[in-house]
């Protein structure tokens, strides 16, 4: 089956820009989680959503956001980029059970010039 | 949970050696466990799944062992290769929908 979905690839953004990435979840998972991956800093979790309500948000100020529509897939949002916001984006997919075949997608390289 | 930082430690082998490597966790009300590699600039990949019901499980070429009592992992690599460079680590799930992830250990298969 198709694994996790992660659009785009690559971006390059400029400072003070907005930027939306796109996951799509293996087909039948309906919890979507997105990390931050930094060389210096390793996996971050930002948020989770489950039937398209965050359940679970990480320590993030107010420019990361995110939703879940209705057949799973989800966005997540950074507004007003800082340099710093250059990383790879994750996001990763499980069925309903607690964590059940937690799958990470290839990712979203950002950078912010 | 956090991982893969830098200063990861390092397990250097031969081409063709069996590896192992190990993950602590602490929350003993862990009760599911998944390894996965992720190389250079990609996204982490699923190697293997263990519940607490079982202390052993095996996959192509790798096995992962898990030690509830003293509440460690353990991936074993067979026959490693080249392409099995990477870093590598775990994450367990304790009443959380969100994984604790280990360290990492970086392998480097010596051809």
């Known amino acids: 089956k198709a694994g996790v979905t992660q659009t785009p690839r690559y971006l390059i953004k400029t400072r003070g820009q907005q930027v939306t990435l796109s996951c799509s979840p293996i087909s039948g998972h309906r919890s979507v989680s997105w990390y931050q991956q930094t060389p210096g800093q390793g996996l971050q979790f930002l948020f989770e959503y489950f039937s398209e309500t965050q359940r679970n948000k990480g320590n993030f100020p107010g420019r990361f956001s995110g939703r879940q529509f209705s057949n799973s897939r989800s966005e997540m949002n950074v507004s007003t980029l800082e340099l710093g916001d250059s990383a790879l984006y994750l996001c990763a997919s499980s069925s309903p059970g607690q964590g059940d075949g937690y799958t990470f997608g290839s990712g979203t390289r950002l950078t912010v010039v | 949970g956090e991982s893969v930082g830098l200063h990861l430690p390092t397990l250097s082998v031969q081409e063709g050696d069996n590896s192992i490597i190990n993950c602590a966790y602490s929350n003993s009300a862990s009760d599911y466990f998944i390894w996965y590699k992720q190389e250079s600039g990609k996204g982490p990949q699923f190697i293997i799944d263990?519940?607490?019901?079982?202390d052993k499980r095996q996959g192509q070429r790798v096995t992962v062992l898990l030690n509830k009592t003293v509440k460690h992992l353990s991936l074993q690599i067979a026959a490693t290769q080249p392409g099995d460079s990477a870093v590598y680590f775990c994450?367990?799930?304790?009443?959380?929908?969100?994984?604790?992830f280990g360290r990492g250990t970086s392998l480097i298969v010596h051809p």
């Open positions: 994450a367990d799930f304790g009443g959380s929908y969100i994984p604790t």
């Open positions: 263990i519940r607490s019901n079982m």
